[in-house]
T-cell receptor, first 111, second 114 residues
Framework: KQEVTQIPAALSVPEGENLVLNCSFT??????LQWFRQDPGKGLTSLLL?????REQTSGRLNASLDKSSGRSTLYIAASQPGDSATYLC??????????FGSGTRLLVRP | EAQVTQNPRYLITVTGKKLTVTCSQN?????MSWYRQDPGLGLRQIYY???????DKGDVPEGYKVSRKEKRNFPLILESPSPNQTSLYFC?????????????FGDGTRLSIL
């Protein structure tokens, strides 16, 4: 059974720092991996989607990598800003097309 | 504007009183699904639908029903709600699970069952 783990559960950094959020999954037979952002009282916003054949995706200050063989993905946020404060979720779409989520990393960027 | 709309956003009700949470998307998406989000458990899929008149159970379907009579709507029905169904619910849609398209989420419905 696919399990998705995110470490750390919470992270607090000063503004301007570069940071890395980690996601690991137990079964490498995935279709794709998606990173989401969730703000309090809001739904999930898709940030980046990496297909199983890809190694990374970039959007602005965000870069997500995927190492399928080791079951890992990282989300790199450059030059963090207070507006980046949110919960970040990763999810893998498994071979049955089901989307399986991690529990998230709660990020606080201090001014 | 492309969006997934859920209603209501908040609801407090009592055990056993049937309720429906509506979900509507305007992107002509084939695939729709419902999730619940609970502290420490993350998001878990309740039901999903690959297309009109096609629905399947997710990981936690007990106590829920869904229907997909038209492409844009995917209501979640709690026939006899119980306190363990108190949760934050999200509806999501995507073009198709077979395409590498991101899922779009609604803003969520917070249900409290007393």
């Amino acid at each position: 059974k696919q399990e998705v783990t995110q470490i750390p559960a919470a992270l607090s950094v000063p503004e301007g720092e570069n940071l890395v959020l980690n996601c690991s999954f137990t079964d490498s037979a995935i279709y794709n991996l998606q990173w989401f952002r969730q703000d309090p009282g809001k739904g999930l916003t898709s940030l980046l989607l990496i297909q199983s054949s890809q190694r990374e995706q970039t959007s602005g200050r965000l870069n997500a990598s995927l190492d399928k063989s080791s079951g890992r993905s990282t989300l790199y946020i450059a030059a963090s800003q207070p507006g980046d404060s949110a919960t970040y979720l990763c999810a893998v779409r498994d071979s049955s097309y089901k989307l399986i989520f991690g529990s998230g990393t709660r990020l606080l960027v201090r001014p | 504007e492309a969006q997934v709309t859920q209603n209501p956003r908040y609801l407090i009700t009592v055990t056993g009183k049937k309720l429906t949470v509506t979900c509507s998307q305007n992107m002509n998406h084939e695939y729709m699904s419902w999730y619940r989000q609970d502290p420490g458990l993350g998001l878990r899929q309740i039901y999903y639908s690959m297309n009109v008149e096609v629905t399947d159970k997710g990981d936690v379907p007990e106590g829920y029903k869904v229907s997909r009579k038209e492409k844009r709507n995917f209501p979640l029905i709690l026939e006899s709600p119980s306190p363990n169904q108190t949760s934050l619910y999200f509806c999501a849609s995507s073009l198709s699970p077979r395409h590498d398209q991101p899922q779009h989420f609604g803003d969520g419905t917070r249900l409290s069952i007393l």
